[in-house]
C-alpha cells in the first residue's frame, strides 16, 4: 500500500457540485487509507447539507471544520483568513487542496505560509469555473485575473476538470506557468442503475441552484413559450435552494406557471430525476457539472446547454445540446414531447458515460498528481 497522506480539502461554499466533488474524492481518499480533513464555510448551506455533513465526518480523521468566510477576497476578510489559517496548520497536511477561487488563493497562500514555518504542503487547486466566470471586459473580472495570476506562482498543480475550463484558464488569466492537468469529474456504480419516473411525473425537471448563472428563469420562459408552441399546458419542477428562488417563483406566477411549476428544497439527484420525465440543464457557465453525468448515468433523458465543458459529455450526441437561450431550450423541449421515446435514443449511453467518468478513475488520476508533487517537493 502506498503512503498514507494527510489530505485538507479547503473550499468556501459546501453546496452543489463543488461539495459532491470534494466528498466523492474524500470518500475514495479514505477508502485508500489517507487521512483527510474539511475546511469550508459555516453560513451557506441548509439542512440538507447538513444531513450531509453528519454523513460524511465520522469516516474523516481530520475532521470538518466550518468557519465563516467570506465570498470575495479583500480587507474584511483578514479575520476569517487568519482563523481559517490556525485551522489548516493545526491539521499539518501534507496535500492542501483548495477548490474553486476562495479555496484556492487560502489553499495556495496558507500553504506558502506553511512551507515558510518549515511545513513541507503540497499545494493543489481545482478552479471548478469559479473565478473563470467572470467577465474580461468588466473591471471586477481584471481585478479577479491578476489576482489569480498572482497566486498562481503558489501552485504546485492545477487540476482542471474538463478541456474547456483549461482553455478559459489560459484565454483570461494566461496559460499556466506551472504543471496542470485535466481530471474529469465521475460517478459512483451505484450512480448506474436507471431511474424510472413515477406515475405522476412532471414533464421537466430542474435541479440547481437557484441563481441566474445556472438558468432557472431561463427554464421558465422556455417552459411557457414551449406550451403556447405545442398548444397545451406543460408541468415542471424546480429543486433546489438560493436567494434568488422567490424571484423565479414571482416568474412562474407572471407568466401564468403558477400552479404547473412546483418548487422543492434540495434533495439528492436521483429522488428528483423520479419526479419528472426530462431533465433541462439550463446553465449560462459550467465547468463540468455533476447533474449531467448523474442524469445520464440514471438513464434520464436531457436538454443541456452547450456550455463550459457539457459538450466534452455530448461528444457522441450532440443533439441535446442546446444555447442558454429561451427560445432554443423551448424548440428542445418542443421535440422531447412531440416524440419523448426518440428523444431519449439520442442521449450518450450509460456505458459511454461509465468508461470516461468514473470516480475509480477521477481518485485514481488525482492521486497520481498527488504523488508527483511530493516526490519533486
Known amino acids: 500500500m502506498s503512503q498514507s497522506l494527510r489530505i485538507v480539502h479547503c473550499f468556501r461554499s459546501p453546496v452543489g457540485g463543488i461539495f459532491r466533488h470534494v466528498r466523492d474524492l474524500t470518500d475514495a481518499q479514505v477508502a485508500a487509507g489517507h487521512k483527510v480533513g474539511i475546511v469550508c464555510d459555516s453560513s451557506t448551506g441548509g439542512a440538507y447539507e447538513e444531513r450531509l455533513f453528519q454523513a460524511l465526518e465520522p469516516k474523516l480523521e481530520l475532521g470538518v471544520w466550518r468557519t465563516p468566510m467570506q465570498r470575495h477576497v479583500g480587507p474584511g476578510d483578514l479575520a476569517a483568513a487568519w482563523r481559517t489559517y490556525r485551522i489548516i496548520k493545526g491539521l499539518q497536511p501534507d496535500i492542501l487542496h483548495g477548490h474553486s477561487a476562495k ?15 518549515r511545513f513541507r504542503v503540497a499545494r493543489l487547486y481545482s478552479p471548478h469555473g469559479g473565478s473563470l466566470h467572470y467577465d474580461a471586459s468588466t473591471m471586477t473580472g481584471r481585478a479577479v485575473f491578476l489576482l489569480e495570476r498572482a497566486v498562481e506562482r503558489f501552485s504546485d498543480h492545477i487540476l482542471f476538470v474538463s478541456r474547456y475550463e483549461r482553455d478559459t484558464y489560459g484565454r483570461k488569466i494566461g496559460g499556466p506557468s506551472v504543471p496542470s492537468s485535466i481530471v474529469y469529474n465521475g460517478v459512483t456504480p451505484a450512480e448506474f442503475v436507471p431511474v424510472a419516473p413515477t406515475d405522476d411525473a412532471t414533464d421537466f425537471l430542474y435541479i440547481g441552484m437557484m441563481r441566474d448563472l445556472k438558468g432557472p428563469d431561463l427554464f421558465i420562459e422556455a417552459l ?21 428562488r422567490d424571484r423565479y417563483k414571482a416568474l412562474a406566477a407572471r407568466l401564468g406557471l403558477a400552479e404547473r411549476v412546483a ?17 433541462v440543464v439550463p446553465s449560462r457557465a459550467e465547468a463540468m457539472p455533476y447533474i449531467v453525468l448523474e442524469a445520464l448515468a440514471a438513464g434520464r433523458p436531457m436538454i443541456a446547454s452547450s456550455v463550459g465543458g457539457i459538450p466534452e459529455i455530448f461528444e457522441s450526441a450532440p443533439g441535446a445540446l442546446v444555447a442558454p437561450d429561451a427560445r432554443a431550450i423551448a424548440d428542445k423541449m418542443v421535440l422531447a414531447m412531440n416524440d419523448p421515446l426518440a428523444w431519449a435514443a439520442s442521449m450518450p449511453s450509460a456505458e459511454e458515460v461509465r468508461a470516461r467518468f468514473s470516480i475509480a478513475t477521477m481518485a485514481r488520476d488525482i492521486d497520481t498528481v498527488y504523488r508527483s508533487v511530493i516526490a519533486g517537493r
Open 103 to 117: 479555496g484556492g488563493v487560502y489553499s495556495r497562500v496558507f500553504g506558502s505560509l506553511l512551507r515558510v514555518s
Open 263 to 279: 418548487f422543492h428544497d434540495p434533495m439528492p439527484a436521483r429522488e428528483a430525476f423520479a419526479l419528472a420525465r426530462t431533465v
Open 224 to 244: 411557457a413559450m414551449a406550451e403556447t408552441d405545442l398548444g397545451r399546458p406543460l408541468t415542471a419542477t424546480m429543486v433546489g435552494a438560493g436567494d434568488d
